[in-house]
């Protein structure tokens, strides 16, 4: 797997993750993107958005774009994969939380 791959996977969890501890399990994308690099994973906004749009093609988050204004939304789905209860091939698989 390159690293561009790896990278990828483990920017799609920590979207996942931020929804899963954000109020209604929501956030806007820039708030989205301070998040994911404050988690450790250097991402661009372009970065987000793209792995926001995969996600949301898969079902796991609700991408509403507001004539410009991007919010995410988590989906059942994407909750579950959040905390480890199901996992999907593209996203990190979280390890045990403490």
């Given amino acids: 797997m390159s690293l561009a791959q790896v990278a990828s996977e483990h920017r799609r969890l920590a979207i996942l993750r931020a929804l899963a501890d954000s109020p209604e399990y929501m956030s806007n994308l820039s708030v989205m993107t301070d998040l994911v690099n404050g988690?450790?994973?250097?991402?661009?906004?372009?970065?987000?958005?793209?792995?926001?749009?995969?996600?949301?093609?898969?079902?796991?988050?609700?991408?509403?774009?507001?004539?410009?204004?991007?919010?995410?939304?988590?989906?059942?789905?994407?909750?579950?994969?959040?905390?480890?209860?199901?996992?999907?091939?593209?996203?990190k698989r979280p390890s045990a939380r403490s």
């Fill in 39 to 91: 988690f450790g994973v250097p991402s661009s906004r372009d970065q987000v958005d793209s792995a926001a749009s995969w996600l949301s093609e898969q079902g796991l988050i609700e991408r509403t774009d507001h004539a410009g204004f991007v919010i995410l939304r988590a989906r059942e789905r994407g909750l579950d994969v959040a905390c480890g209860r199901s996992s999907t091939a593209g996203v």
